[in-house]
């Protein structure tokens, strides 16, 4: 005698919403109340503290010969940034990843002149060597060695005097490191103080002129 295997009934689902004729019971959604570990959003552009692609600006340098600066900026995509900066002892290519919260330093090493720039695929590949910008932006936090010191500083450089910047500090024994950014440019300033016993010693690179 051959048994046959019952046939499943086909859901119907009515134009009224109903599944057979029923309501389907919808599960009760329970929100993930664990605490989250990433900063609280800002509403900031991170890429808004670089320059925009093309852009190339000169810093005026006191103190050394080599604090006066001319960088060029170029951005590959929304996400990577290269400036090359040449300080004429040097001509530097600085490689960034611009993420959710923080900005990371990809690359920071001496190249000639006519060197081509990496392809994406290795810029991808490349592996982080430091944080150069990070949220929250808020006095007292620290990424890697710096700390925020202030939000909305007054600072003044050749090219203008901007009022909202962001100062970071890195502390040693001897010395002080200080960058300067400001939304919408980027670093404008950068300042070294250096303790030599019976004084300081200052060397600063500041914004002086900006061109396409």
Same mark, same amino acid.
């Given at each position: 005698?051959? @048994?046959? @295997?019952?046939?499943?009934?086909?859901?119907?689902?009515?134009?009224?919403?109903?599944?057979?004729?029923?309501?389907?019971?919808?599960?009760?959604?329970?929100?993930?109340?664990?605490?989250?570990?990433?900063?609280?959003?800002?509403?900031?552009?991170?890429?808004?503290?670089?320059?925009?692609?093309?852009?190339?600006?000169?810093?005026?340098?006191?103190?050394?010969?080599?604090?006066?600066?001319?960088?060029? #900026?170029?951005?590959?995509?929304?996400?990577?940034?290269?400036?090359?900066?040449?300080?004429?002892?040097?001509?530097?290519?600085?490689?960034?990843?611009?993420?959710?919260?923080?900005?990371?330093?990809?690359?920071?090493?001496?190249?000639?002149?006519?060197?081509?720039?990496?392809?994406?695929?290795?810029?991808?590949?490349?592996?982080?060597?430091?944080?150069?910008?990070?949220?929250?932006?808020?006095?007292?936090?620290?990424?890697?060695?710096?700390?925020? #010191?202030?939000?909305?500083?007054?600072?003044?450089?050749?090219?203008?005097?901007?009022?909202?910047?962001?100062?970071?500090?890195?502390?040693?024994?001897?010395?002080?490191?200080?960058?300067?950014?400001?939304?919408?440019?980027?670093?404008?300033?950068?300042?070294?103080?250096?303790?030599?016993?019976?004084?300081?010693?200052?060397?600063?690179?500041?914004?002086?002129?900006?061109?396409?």
């Amino acid at each position: 005698m051959s @048994t046959q @295997t019952p046939t499943e009934k086909p859901v119907e689902k009515e134009n009224n919403g109903t599944v057979n004729g029923h309501i389907p019971e919808i599960p009760e959604v329970i929100p993930d109340e664990q605490p989250s570990e990433k900063p609280a959003k800002t509403g900031v552009q991170l890429s808004d503290f670089f320059f925009t692609d093309g852009t190339k600006a000169h810093y005026k340098g006191e103190g050394n010969e080599f604090a006066e600066l001319d960088i060029e #900026v170029v951005q590959v995509n929304k996400h990577y940034f290269v400036v090359y900066e040449n300080n004429g002892g040097s001509y530097l290519r600085k490689i960034y990843k611009v993420e959710e919260h923080k900005i990371i330093t990809l690359e920071e090493q001496p190249v000639d002149f006519e060197q081509p720039l990496p392809t994406l695929n290795e810029i991808v590949a490349m592996q982080p060597i430091g944080v150069y910008l990070e949220e929250p932006f808020t006095e007292g936090a620290k990424f890697g060695d710096w700390t925020i #010191v202030q939000t909305e500083d007054a600072v003044e450089t050749p090219y203008k005097t901007f009022e909202k910047a962001i100062v970071v500090e890195m502390k040693e024994e001897n010395f002080v490191n200080r960058k300067y950014f400001v939304q919408g440019y980027g670093e404008v300033k950068r300042e070294s103080i250096m303790n030599m016993g019976e004084g300081e010693f200052v060397v600063t690179s500041s914004l002086e002129s900006i061109a396409k």
